[in-house]
């Protein structure tokens, strides 16, 4: 997913992990990987499949939402 | 001998004349890993011999557990792509198949600086104040 990269190309505050999923099965259990390419930011939100650039970024700005126990 | 075909190569090439400066591709990989390990170490060489402005370290994570640390490594193989800066990139896993076209994106990228964004994406990223980690789970086919 090229989106991610050039996210973290854009922004110091992002990290984009490719990972290879068959290679780390535990962590493809751990975030019920079903189907590639599946995407999960900051643990909280995810996705399967490739989507507009519009609705990554709202994905991604979801996804850095303080929760309501940390605001 | 190698992963690449000469066609492959021939492609590989062409993609990285649209490089805007040094790239360099740090490769974690451990011999008591998998067999992807080496397979890794033996890739990224390929592509760096592609590409005069391509670098190439490859570090034990079991040894130089602090360059790890720094990177935010866990796993092996992995392969930080850097350009002017960190970016952040990351490729847990052999970047063959799917990945492979990835990684050379990342670093025809990586060398600009570009991120070829529409501008409203990059301004809504630019006010991030928290830290993002977007994880990307692919396949080799």
Redesign the interface.
């Given at each position: 997913?090229?989106?991610?990269?050039?996210?973290?190309?854009?922004?110091?505050?992002?990290?984009?992990?490719?990972?290879?999923?068959?290679?780390?099965p535990e962590?493809?259990r751990q975030?019920r990987?079903m189907a590639?390419?599946?995407?999960?930011?900051?643990?909280r939100v995810e996705f399967e499949g490739a989507i507009p650039?519009?609705d990554f970024?709202d994905a991604?700005?979801r996804?850095?939402e303080?929760t309501e126990r940390e605001a | 001998m190698g992963f690449l075909s000469p066609q492959d190569e021939q492609a590989v090439k062409k993609e990285f004349e649209r490089m805007g400066g040094p790239v360099k591709l740090t490769v974690f990989a451990s011999e008591l890993g998998p067999e992807t390990n080496g397979q890794t170490v033996a890739l990224v060489k390929e592509v760096a011999a592609l590409s005069d402005q391509l670098s190439v370290e490859v570090l034990n994570p079991h040894i130089e557990r602090e360059q790890a640390q720094a990177y935010g490594v866990e796993v092996t193989p992995a392969v930080v792509v850097e350009g002017a800066r960190d970016y952040g990139i990351r490729f847990l896993g052999i970047p063959a198949g799917y990945e492979f076209s990835n990684l050379i994106d990342s670093i025809v990228a990586a060398s600009t600086g570009e991120a070829g964004l529409r501008a409203d994406t990059v301004s809504a990223l630019g006010a991030l104040a928290d830290d993002v980690t977007i994880k990307v789970f692919s396949t080799p086919t």
């Amino acid at each position: 997913m090229r989106l991610a990269q050039h996210m973290a190309i854009a922004s110091p505050r992002i990290t984009a992990q490719c990972i290879e999923a068959t290679e780390f099965p535990e962590l493809s259990r751990q975030y019920r990987v079903m189907a590639v390419p599946k995407i999960v930011i900051n643990d909280r939100v995810e996705f399967e499949g490739a989507i507009p650039e519009k609705d990554f970024l709202d994905a991604v700005l979801r996804a850095a939402e303080p929760t309501e126990r940390e605001a | 001998m190698g992963f690449l075909s000469p066609q492959d190569e021939q492609a590989v090439k062409k993609e990285f004349e649209r490089m805007g400066g040094p790239v360099k591709l740090t490769v974690f990989a451990s011999e008591l890993g998998p067999e992807t390990n080496g397979q890794t170490v033996a890739l990224v060489k390929e592509v760096a011999a592609l590409s005069d402005q391509l670098s190439v370290e490859v570090l034990n994570p079991h040894i130089e557990r602090e360059q790890a640390q720094a990177y935010g490594v866990e796993v092996t193989p992995a392969v930080v792509v850097e350009g002017a800066r960190d970016y952040g990139i990351r490729f847990l896993g052999i970047p063959a198949g799917y990945e492979f076209s990835n990684l050379i994106d990342s670093i025809v990228a990586a060398s600009t600086g570009e991120a070829g964004l529409r501008a409203d994406t990059v301004s809504a990223l630019g006010a991030l104040a928290d830290d993002v980690t977007i994880k990307v789970f692919s396949t080799p086919t």
